[in-house]
């Protein structure tokens, strides 16, 4: 499809197990967002790419947390150590340029469950 | 406290009637507005996107109003459908943020038949 695709759709894992979230964007795409909605939670921005300038981490919770996006295109956000605090459903979206008025389009999002 | 807030948390309306949902914002100055629909299980899908200078915008039964004064703005939803049933989320973007978007807490509306 010509959408935003996320893998795994879900994810259950163990308190203290690393995990990978995968996005592939809209392909042309220069940017990159990954936000995470909580339970009960509005949607909260974690970071974002543009191009080849360097990532806006500025919305990363903690050090555990990290993404990167190899080529340009398809992103991976890492979680080491998972705690139970980082159940919650993580969302990607792109874009075709970070002016104010792009438009983002998101993909379905990837539930993350820790046990 | 959250820069965008939504009323009501939710709501109940039945098949064919209207609704109105309400956002408030506290950030300023801001770029634009949007309005997203988010089915359960999906990413949010934008509905519509106004400047500070647009009072109104409309796309299909939902319209959205903007009063860049009182900092509020509204989606109506006319002649609601079962397929309405979705959380609706107000957001903001910030241009001096980064162009980042800051998120209501959404309001979830159930159309019953």
């Known amino acids: 499809g010509a959408g935003v695709s996320q893998s795994p759709s879900n994810k259950v894992t163990e308190k203290g197990k690393d995990v990978e979230l995968r996005c592939d964007p809209i392909s042309g795409h220069t940017a990159l967002y990954w936000y995470r909605q909580s339970l009960g939670q509005g949607l909260e921005f974690l970071i974002y790419f543009q191009g080849n300038s360097a990532p806006d981490k500025s919305g990363l919770p903690s050090d555990r947390f990290s993404a990167e996006r190899t080529g340009g295109s398809v992103s991976t956000l890492t979680i080491q150590r998972t705690q139970q605090e980082d159940s919650a459903v993580y969302l990607c979206?792109?874009?075709?340029?970070?002016?104010?008025?792009?438009?983002?389009?998101f993909g379905p999002g990837t539930r993350l469950t820790v046990l | 406290k959250n820069q965008v807030e939504q009323s009501p948390q939710s709501l109940i309306i039945l098949e064919g009637k209207n609704c109105t949902l309400q956002c408030n914002y506290t950030v300023s100055p801001f770029s634009n507005l949007r309005w997203y629909k988010q089915d359960t299980g999906r990413g949010p899908v934008s509905l519509t996107i106004m400047t500070f200078s647009e009072n109104t915008k409309s796309n299909g039964r939902y319209t959205a109003t903007l009063d860049a004064d009182t900092k509020q703005s509204s989606l109506h939803i006319t002649a609601s459908q079962l397929s309405d049933s979705a959380s609706y989320i107000c957001?903001?973007?910030?241009?001096?943020?980064?162009?980042?978007?800051?998120f209501g807490g959404g309001t979830r509306v159930l159309v019953k038949p």
């Open positions: 957001v903001v973007l910030i241009k001096a943020a980064g162009n980042k978007l800051t």
């Open positions: 979206a792109s874009s075709s340029g970070v002016s104010s008025y792009n438009e983002q389009f």
